[in-house]
């Protein structure tokens, strides 16, 4: 257990319809990022929080949002759902990325039907 | 931009091989360098890390060394057991990014046989 906890595992969903993943990172991190994983395009960060403040955007489509609550739990929220969404999502969480590193869930495999 | 390459796999070995994974990066200033390991079904963990040039990370038996001449920091083990079988990334943070995201390569799947 990496101390990273992602849910739901697994979801499946229809074209169109919105899901949300939630991600509470390591006791004690401040910053939480989230990642899409697909065989086409590799690992691709999507965003970054730090203590409930977006502070860093990757290539995140529109129809995707995210946000981190006061807890430090972050959910992502990806809406009008097209089959190429399909993919694992990540959550990772670090308090000093430069000397630690990051720490990833497990992750949540999104597949859209 | 900031970019990481690795080599293309799947890499198949013998047990008790010795294991070479290159990778190499583009980038401003002087990166942080990750290799990170996703055995099947599970998350991304960090095998190891260098934070400047010339730093050796090590774990498991796994090494790599931050080589700014050439910009490179290939993963290598002496003796891989069947275990090691997983997906490595190599990555890097950039100071231009604040460090806040990480770039990650394609990954290279390692499959070893006893």
């Known amino acids: 257990d990496s101390g990273v906890t992602q849910t739901p595992k697994h979801l499946i969903t229809a074209t169109g319809q919105r899901v949300t993943l939630r991600c509470s990172p390591r006791s004690g991190d401040l910053s939480v990022y989230w990642y899409q994983q697909s065989l086409d395009q590799g690992l691709q960060f999507l965003i970054q929080?730090?203590?409930?403040?977006?502070?860093a955007k990757g290539n995140i489509l529109e129809r995707f949002s995210a946000q981190q609550f006061p807890d430090l739990h972050s959910e992502l929220n990806l809406s009008s759902l097209e089959l190429g969404d399909s993919a694992l999502y990540f959550c990772?969480?670090?308090?000093?990325?430069?000397?630690?590193?990051?720490?990833f869930g497990s992750g949540t495999r999104l597949t859209v039907v | 931009g900031n970019s990481v390459t690795q080599m293309e796999g799947p890499v198949t070995l013998s047990e008790e091989a010795f294991l070479t994974i290159n990778c190499t990066y583009t980038?401003?200033?002087?990166?942080?360098l990750f290799w990170y390991v996703q055995y099947p079904g599970e998350g991304l963990q960090l095998l190891l890390k260098?934070?400047?040039?010339?730093d050796k990370g090590s774990n498991k038996g796994f090494e790599a060394t931050y080589r700014k001449e050439t910009t490179s920091f290939h993963l290598e083990k002496g003796s891989v057991q069947v275990s090691d079988s997983a997906v490595y990334f190599c990555a890097l943070s950039a100071p231009r990014s604040g460090y806040n995201k990480l770039i990650f390569g394609a990954g290279t799947r390692l499959a070893v046989h006893p």
């Open positions: 929080y730090y203590n409930g403040e977006e502070r």
């Open positions: 980038a401003t200033g002087y990166p942080s």
């Open positions: 260098a934070t400047k040039a010339d």
């Open positions: 990772a969480s670090s308090v000093d990325p430069l000397q630690i590193g990051y720490t």
